[in-house]
C-alpha cells in the first residue's frame, strides 16, 4: 500500500499540467458528444448520467452505484491561465490541491482557501465543499469561485457567474455533488503571499477560556477585531485542553526558528502541536507549503489508527516519506466487508456549525465518540438572501453586528471513537443520528462527502433544496442526473448494518 501511494505521487510530480485552451476545448467538446449521442438513446436505455471515474479515486467515503449509470469520461486534468490582473487563476476539475499549490506557491500566490489533502480535486471541491484555516476571512471554498463552466443534461455548454443569466445556476452549483451537471472548468480568486507563515502556538486550559478565544480571534463579535489573523486553527485534546494556532504571512526572519513541518521525517504536525500544552507559548515560521498541507502526512490524525507506530523517530526517518498512504488505494482495497467495518468502527465527519455553540459541539461530540482531538477551523457563513443555494442562511442570533455573515466552524472527528477503543457500548446509527439531529437543531450542515445517517425528510430540513429544484428543472439535469440525496446517501444500508455491529 505505501510503496504503492508513493509510486502514484512519483507519476503525478513528473507530469505536466501545460495551459493548452485547443486541448482543453476539444476535450469539452467530446465531453458534450457523448451527452448528446446520451439523448439520442431511447428513453428506455438512458440510465442516470455520472462520471466514469472510479469511486476509488474520490475522497468521499462512500461507494455511488456507478455501474448502474451512464458514464461519460472528464479526462480534465490541466491549468488553464493565471490572471494576475483579475487575481485568478482557471483550471479544469480534475487539477489537486497539490497541483495548484506547486503552480501557485513559486508564483508568489494561493488560493484563497486551501485545504490540507493533496489529492483533493479543485472540481470535486468546487461541487461538494470545502473550508481552510483562512476561511474567517475568505469563507467556505465555493465563495472564492468566481465562474463555472458546466456541460448541462442536454449536452449544452453554459458558464455560470453570480451575475450572467445563469446566477441561478451558480447558486446552486456548490454542494450540488454533480448533480446538475459535468463541470469542465473553473475560475477561481488567488491571493498574494509571503514565502512563510508565522504561526503562534497558544496552550490553553479550560474550555470556556479556549473557545473565547478561537470566537474573539476569528471576528465573531465584531467585523474587526483588534487581533485578526490571516489564519486560526484550534486543536482540541480533551475537554479543557487546547491549542489555539495563529498566523500571518511572513517573510524569512533569522530570530525565528523555521520549521518544515511537512518533511517526511518532522513529527506528525498534530503531535508537534500537542507539544506546547507542555512548553508553553511559542513561535515558528513554517514555509507556505508547507502549512498549507501540514495535516497531510497523517490525513489530519486519521493515520494513527492505521499504522500506530507511523509517528515514530526511526520510521519517520526510514519509512516517513511513503506516508500518506493515497486514499485512493485504501478506497480501492475496499471490500464490501471493510466497508461495513470502517463505517461502523470508525468516524470521519467534518460538520458546519455556528461557533457560538461550540461548547456545546465538544460536550456533544466527546460523549457520542469520545475521540480527541477534535479539529476547530472558524468560518464565515455569508447570508445570500433567500433561495441562495444549498446552504440554508445563518439565523439572525449568530450574525456578526454591521454583517451579512455569520461565524461558523468546522468541527472535524475523525479516526477510532474512544468507545470502539475501550469496547464500550456503542452504536454507530444513534451516535451519528444524535449528532445530525444537534446540527439541524442549531442550523449547521453537514460535509456531503462522508455517510450521511439522515431521511430525505430530515435532509431537507438541514438544507435548504427550494432553489436547487428549481434549477434540476431549468437546465435538464432533471431525469438526466442522479438527485443530490441519491448521490450522496450510502450505498449501503448503514442503519441495518449499524444496528447488527453496534457493540452492546
Known amino acids: 500500500m505505501l510503496p504503492d501511494s508513493f509510486k502514484t505521487r512519483l507519476i503525478r510530480w513528473l507530469e505536466d499540467h501545460r495551459d493548452d485552451p485547443q486541448r482543453h476545448d476539444s476535450a469539452v467538446r467530446l465531453i458534450q458528444s457523448q451527452v448528446q449521442q446520451w439523448n439520442k438513446l431511447p428513453s428506455k436505455d438512458r440510465r442516470l448520467l455520472c462520471t466514469s471515474r472510479p469511486n476509488w479515486l474520490s475522497l468521499s467515503t462512500t461507494f455511488f452505484q456507478k455501474h448502474l449509470h451512464h458514464q461519460v469520461a472528464i479526462p480534465l486534468y490541466d491549468i488553464l491561465e493565471l490572471d494576475e490582473q483579475a487575481m485568478t487563476v482557471r483550471v479544469e476539475p480534475m487539477v489537486t490541491i497539490g497541483d495548484i499549490t506547486e503552480y501557485l506557491i513559486p508564483k508568489g500566490y494561493s488560493l484563497a482557501v486551501t485545504i490540507e489533502l493533496v489529492d483533493a480535486t479543485l472540481g470535486g471541491l468546487a461541487f461538494g465543499t470545502g473550508m481552510s484555516t483562512h476561511s474567517h476571512k475568505a469563507g467556505l471554498y465555493h465563495e472564492t469561485i468566481t465562474s463555472y463552466e458546466v456541460v448541462l443534461g442536454d449536452g449544452s455548454?453554459?458558464?455560470?457567474?453570480?451575475?450572467?443569466?445563469?446566477?441561478?445556476?451558480?447558486?446552486?452549483?456548490?454542494?450540488?455533488?454533480?448533480?446538475?451537471?459535468?463541470?469542465?472548468?473553473?475560475?477561481?480568486?488567488?491571493?498574494?503571499?509571503?514565502?512563510?507563515?508565522?504561526?503562534k502556538y497558544i496552550p490553553v486550559k479550560g474550555q470556556k477560556k479556549y473557545c473565547d478565544m478561537i470566537r474573539e480571534l476569528s471576528g465573531t463579535y465584531e467585523a474587526v477585531p483588534k487581533e485578526f489573523p490571516d489564519y486560526i486553527e484550534g486543536t482540541i485534546y480533551s475537554k479543557d485542553e487546547a491549542v489555539i494556532m495563529v498566523g500571518d504571512y511572513a517573510d524569512y526572519d533569522p530570530k525565528i526558528k523555521v520549521n518544515s513541518c511537512s518533511k517526511w521525517y518532522k513529527p506528525w504536525f498534530y503531535k508537534h502541536v500537542e507539544t506546547f500544552l507542555e512548553k508553553g507559548e511559542s513561535v515558528e515560521l513554517i514555509p507556505l507549503r508547507d502549512y498549507l498541507l501540514r495535516h497531510n502526512r497523517a490525513i489530519f490524525w486519521v493515520v494513527e489508527d492505521m499504522l500506530s507506530f507511523g509517528n515514530d523517530t526511526l520510521f519517520r526517518y526510514l519509512f516517513g516519506w511513503l506516508l500518506p498512504p493515497k486514499p485512493a488505494f485504501l478506497k480501492f482495497t475496499t471490500t464490501p466487508g471493510v466497508r461495513a467495518y470502517t463505517f461502523t468502527k470508525q468516524v470521519f465527519q467534518d460538520i458546519v456549525l455556528p461557533i457560538k455553540e461550540l461548547e456545546r459541539q465538544i460536550e456533544i461530540a466527546s460523549v457520542l465518540f469520545e475521540k480527541f482531538p477534535l479539529l476547530v477551523y472558524p468560518c464565515k457563513i455569508i447570508d445570500h438572501g433567500p433561495s441562495s443555494g444549498q446552504l440554508k442562511r445563518p439565523d439572525s442570533k449568530y450574525l456578526v453586528p454591521g454583517t451579512n455573515y455569520a461565524m461558523y466552524n468546522d468541527l472535524g472527528v475523525y479516526g477510532v471513537p474512544g468507545r470502539v477503543k475501550e469496547k464500550k457500548p456503542y452504536n454507530p446509527v444513534a451516535a451519528m443520528r444524535k449528532m445530525e439531529e444537534f446540527t439541524r437543531e442549531v442550523g449547521g450542515y453537514s460535509f456531503l462527502y462522508a455517510d450521511i445517517f439522515m431521511t430525505k425528510e430530515e435532509f431537507e430540513v438541514m438544507f435548504d433544496l427550494s432553489l436547487y429544484e428549481q434549477v434540476r428543472k431549468k437546465y435538464s439535469a432533471e431525469g438526466a442526473f442522479p438527485h443530490l440525496y441519491d448521490k450522496v446517501k450510502p450505498e449501503i444500508d448503514v442503519f441495518e448494518i449499524g444496528e447488527s455491529n453496534a457493540i452492546e
Open 157 to 199: 455548454l453554459v458558464t455560470a457567474t453570480a451575475d450572467n443569466e445563469h446566477a441561478d445556476l451558480f447558486k446552486a452549483l456548490p454542494w450540488c455533488h454533480g448533480s446538475l451537471g459535468f463541470l469542465v472548468a473553473l475560475t477561481l480568486k488567488i491571493v498574494k503571499i509571503k514565502p512563510y507563515i508565522k504561526i
